[in-house]
């Protein structure tokens, strides 16, 4: 079971990532895009995805993976709830996303280093 400290530890862990507050919410960002967020809603966590991954990922866990609507459709984002994933997984899906936003030399150097 994932938790919101268990976002901030693995997004912060990522190279060039701050935290900044926007919309009332933590926001995750890379080079000042975002690529993570935790929402208004306890638990939900709002990240960075294509959308063919999105539709995959609600298509084979829609109690997990979600879209909030009106808001989400026009983005390349999706919400997972927290609780029903783990750690490992988190992990995979944040810095996934993470990747999705950073720009490429600093994926390089991520890579070079990994």
């Known amino acids: 079971m994932a938790s919101e400290d268990d976002v901030r530890r693995i997004c912060l862990g990522l190279p ?11 926001t995750f960002r890379v080079k000042n895009k975002i690529f993570a967020s935790l929402g208004s809603e306890p638990g939900v966590l709002g990240f960075a995805v294509d959308q063919e991954e999105r539709r995959e990922l609600i298509a084979s ?35 996934e996303s993470w990747r999705r936003i950073a720009p490429v030399r600093v ?5 070079e280093g990994a």
Not at 16 to 26: F, H, I, K, R, S
Not at 107 to 111: H, N, V, Y
């Open 16 to 26: 060039e990532t701050t935290e900044n507050a926007a919309w009332g919410m933590p």
């Open 61 to 95: 866990a829609p109690q997990i993976y979600f879209l909030k609507s009106g808001h989400d459709d026009n983005y390349h984002f999706a919400r997972a709830r927290l609780p029903q994933i783990d750690v490992e997984e988190l992990a995979e899906l944040l810095t």
């Open 107 to 111: 994926r390089r150097a991520f890579d």
